[in-house]
């Protein structure tokens, strides 16, 4: 690929520390303590400093790599693309804009997480050898993190496991990863016929179907169970807030029959209905709703906030009063898209303490919005006559200034990690359609998808969906200087010949080995390389070899094909061998080790798997 690195004394030196570098590189990642920035930020400046004070040159005097080259990984596509892809996923979430496709998979799921994670992964198995994978994840990865959610699983169990599906399943047709395409191409520039749609279904499906069978035992038994600091704090039963609702003209309900569930959101019950001075319990006997009751809901920190959005006439009481402003633009501005809901405490010695929530007047002090009280995890019946105890925890609604302005008081404790965002009224729909349309414009092929991912932040920039901040606090700075530090390491490899030398090495030492053992050695190398360079640069590089392989053995030259095809779709080992694993490193809250400990032995068992189906497939 590089001919004027065709011998190693052209640039010795720079692959041995190449190499050196590799390893380090390997080691920080791996070593949770280190933090996987600072590594990156170390191997980053180490290549500068190299290549820099030390310049790689071709024989005539000309640089083959410099500053320009090292940093080009940064505004590589695919980062490009994941990060933009991380912000319309924010979008989805804080608009809540999945919550149709959540009800609909758990009605025909009859609510059960196994049958809800199944149904997921079976469609994104089918859809993956014909559609590129990365979409498909994409579309997954928000409909997921709201099924652990609302279950209240981990969701490091299921997002890597999602990956490297779709990843198995795109080893089965031509379109299912790019780096099938690129092969096929590659072996049509050196004179070969294409890969064929459907040339490689068999072998790909028996691979996948071993990989499948791996992540269903090895799974539960090698990847923790991590979630967010948030979901650790107000996950599971033991959190509930009671809360008081007056029914304002709201169509949705008047008129609806009592029962239990009669918000029809998850983690919200009705236990009490006030109308006038009578106390309807259960069983309430098939009474309906009428304009002024008032209903005492139990519910979680999701529940009050999502009602907050689904029902805006329904207003929030405390006292028997609205607690909710009567005007349209106090209204307006309670229900807009810089609204959050987060958990407070009533602090020791707190000069609320004693006082009722109409004394305390959240709303005219800080400008917040009580939805729910819980007192010392006790739940009473009614708001009305109960006052703040120390420890009392209450979910407010505000915006962020008025959360900063409760965060100042020294009677009360803002609950970090608390927050959710409320979504202005409108802004699912719109979170949704452009979601969409990011996706039908990258599978139709109009536009790559970094282009059309780009496009949907700013669209979801303009229309309100997000605000700038919240755009840009759904970035991944983890990512983003890994990923551009391990792509400077590739080219790195590349440039100074460091991937070439161990190639040559390796197939030196199986040169005279039979046609089984050279396509099993290079099956594993591919493999290898794959989850240390990108896996589209390993096939480039390793596709003409294979074919030299096969020609020098006179033998089918599709085998070794697809020994670099499948190799090179093992980036199962790091994060940053596949665009799909960097997509699901965030919401799966991993760490670099997570990868090697599960994505290891996969490549492990894969490799076993095509050492000994492949020859006898193709008769060797």
């Not at 795109?170 to 299912?176: A, D, E, K, N, Y």
């Not at 991912?453 to 919240?470: D, E, P, R, Y």
């Not at 030196?508 to 990108?534: E, K, R, W, Y």
């Amino acid at each position: 690929m590089y001919p004027e690195m065709s011998s190693l004394s052209a640039g010795s030196f720079h692959i041995w520390m190449t190499y050196a570098l590799v390893i380090v590189a390997i080691l920080g990642f791996a070593i949770d303590r280190i933090k996987a920035e600072i590594t990156a930020l170390v191997l980053l400046v180490a290549l500068l400093l190299l290549f820099e004070l030390i310049p790689l040159k071709s024989r005539d005097g000309k640089v083959l790599l410099d500053t320009k080259d090292l940093l080009a990984g940064f505004a590589n596509p695919a980062l490009i693309s994941v990060l933009a892809l991380l912000v319309l996923g924010n979008g989805l979430w804080r608009t809540g804009a999945l919550d149709w496709a959540i009800k609909q998979l758990f009605q025909r799921t009859g609510r059960s997480y196994k049958s809800a994670i199944f149904i997921c992964f079976f469609v994104v198995f089918i859809a993956s050898p014909f559609v590129n994978n990365t979409p498909v994840v994409v579309i997954f990865i928000p409909i997921l993190e709201t099924v652990v959610q609302r279950f209240s699983h981990s969701p490091s169990r299921v997002m890597m496991p999602l990956s490297f599906i779709a990843i198995l399943a795109g080893m089965t047709t031509l379109v299912g990863s790019s780096t099938n395409l690129l092969v096929s191409g590659t072996m049509v520039e050196l004179g070969l016929k294409p890969l064929e749609f459907f040339g490689f279904f068999v072998p790909g499906l028996v691979l996948a179907g071993v990989g499948l069978m791996y992540l269903l035992i090895a799974t539960p038994l090698l990847l923790p169970r991590r979630s967010s600091p948030v979901r650790r704090f107000i996950s599971g039963n033991h959190r509930r807030f009671i809360t008081q609702f007056t029914v304002g003209n709201e169509a949705k309900l008047i008129g609806a029959r009592i029962c239990f569930n009669l918000l029809r959101i998850r983690g919200a019950r009705l236990i009490l209905v006030l109308r006038g001075e009578q106390r309807l319990i259960p069983p309430y006997q098939a009474l309906a709703i009428c304009e002024g009751d008032i209903l005492i809901v139990m519910g979680t920190h999701d529940a009050l906030a999502e009602a907050q959005t689904k029902f805006p006439k329904l207003m929030f009481t405390t006292s028997g009063k609205e607690a909710l402003p009567s005007s349209k633009l106090e209204s307006r501005a309670f229900l807009s898209n810089n609204q959050i809901v987060v958990e407070i405490m009533i602090a020791p010695g707190s000069q609320l303490i004693g006082l009722s929530l109409e004394e305390a007047n959240f709303r005219s002090r800080y400008g917040c919005l009580v939805l729910g009280v819980e007192q010392h995890s006790r739940i009473a019946r009614v708001l009305t006559g109960r006052t703040l105890l120390e420890g009392d925890v209450l979910v407010v609604q505000g915006d962020h200034e008025s959360v900063e302005r409760l965060r100042q008081h020294s009677g009360v404790v803002v609950l970090d990690g608390t927050a959710r965002p409320l979504p202005g009224i409108g802004a699912a729909k719109m979170a949704g359609v452009i979601f969409v349309g990011v996706v039908l414009l990258s599978v139709s092929g109009i536009l790559p998808i970094a282009a059309a991912s780009i496009l949907g932040v700013a669209l979801m920039l303009l229309t309100g969906v997000l605000t700038l901040n919240q755009a840009v606090h759904a970035l991944d700075r983890q990512i983003y200087l890994m990923v551009g530090a391990s792509l400077a390491l590739g080219m790195a490899m590349l440039k100074s010949g460091a991937a070439v030398y161990l190639a040559d090495g390796v197939i030196g030492l199986i040169g005279d080995a039979g046609p089984a053992v050279i396509l099993s050695m290079l099956f594993l190398l591919v493999a290898l390389l794959t989850n240390v360079l990108s896996n589209n640069a390993t096939a480039i590089l390793l596709t003409p070899v294979s074919m030299g392989l096969a020609s020098g053995l006179h033998t089918d030259p599709l085998p070794f094909a697809l020994a670099v095809l499948f190799g090179a779709n093992c980036s199962f080992a790091t994060p940053i061998g596949y665009q799909t694993n960097l997509l699901v490193m965030g919401p799966g809250y991993y760490r670099f080790s997570d990868f090697v400990r599960l994505g290891l032995p996969l490549i492990a068992v894969l490799w076993a798997t095509f050492s000994l189906f492949m020859p006898w497939y193709y008769g060797f």
